[in-house]
């Protein structure tokens, strides 16, 4: 199969690492580390759906600002709720993020690591989720998980978040941690097994460099 030369992108739920080994894998290697959670928002508001119902009051200087995002964002779904009813708004705010997330992708260059969002890889919709692949076809995405076990896996997750001062229920990570999404978008899938970030970014690169040699399978 042709090589693959595109970005790397790293996915997984919250509290996977995916921020620290982007950070660490741009120090080491000079790409330039993307942080698709505070990038995307112009490509979200352009959107025909979201476009129509935005709150524009919070839209600075073309972006929406920073800390009124999350009530951006919900003021957006209740429009569309009010708008169209809750499952054509849920089809509609899902389209609106898999096509901001398919343009960011496009106009990214090669040599980029992506760190997606927790939610970025998410999609209910199969149709929705098969654009994204698609458009990842010429990147490596790797899947950061914090072991093969899920509770495990959860119970890290948990732990790291609240240590953090952002803590997420059990229930929420878990569904993370299984959502066929991720798995399904993912070329492969490392397990941190409690390593540090540098060791973890290590094996991150040596997987890189498998992928990027054996074509997608």
């Excluded at 959670?37 to 352009?46: F, G, M, T």
């Excluded at 914090?146 to 929420?172: H, N, S, Y």
């Excluded at 999404?181 to 097994?193: F, K, M, P, R, V």
């Excluded at 690169?205 to 054996?214: G, K, Y």
Aim: glycine residues 8%; proline residues 5%; contains cysteine.
């Amino acid at each position: 199969m042709a090589e693959r030369s595109g970005p790397l992108a790293l996915i997984g739920p919250p509290g996977a690492g995916k921020t620290c080994c982007a950070e660490h894998l741009a120090k080491e290697t000079g790409r330039v580390a993307l942080e698709v959670d505070a990038r995307w928002w112009p490509h979200l508001r352009a959107q025909p759906a979201v476009a129509a119902v935005e709150p524009g009051e919070w839209v600075v200087g073309g972006d929406v600002v920073p800390a009124r995002r999350r009530a951006w964002l919900q003021a957006v779904r209740a429009r569309l709720v009010a708008a169209r009813g809750e499952q054509a708004a849920a089809r509609a705010l899902e389209e609106a993020k898999a096509a901001a997330i398919v343009d960011m992708v496009h106009g990214t260059g090669d040599d980029a690591i992506l760190d997606f969002g927790a939610g970025h890889s998410i999609y209910e919709h199969l149709d929705l989720r098969a654009a994204v692949k698609a458009a990842l076809a010429r990147a490596r995405v790797v899947l950061l998980l914090p072991g093969a076990d899920a509770e495990a896996a959860v119970a890290t997750l948990g732990a790291r978040l609240a240590a953090q001062g952002r803590p997420i229920a059990a229930a929420r990570l878990h569904a993370y941690v299984m959502h066929p999404s991720n798995h399904a978008l993912a070329d492969a899938t490392l397990y941190d097994d409690g390593r540090e970030t540098a060791a973890v970014a290590g094996a991150l690169m040596e997987l890189a460099a498998r992928l990027r040699a054996s074509g997608r399978t």
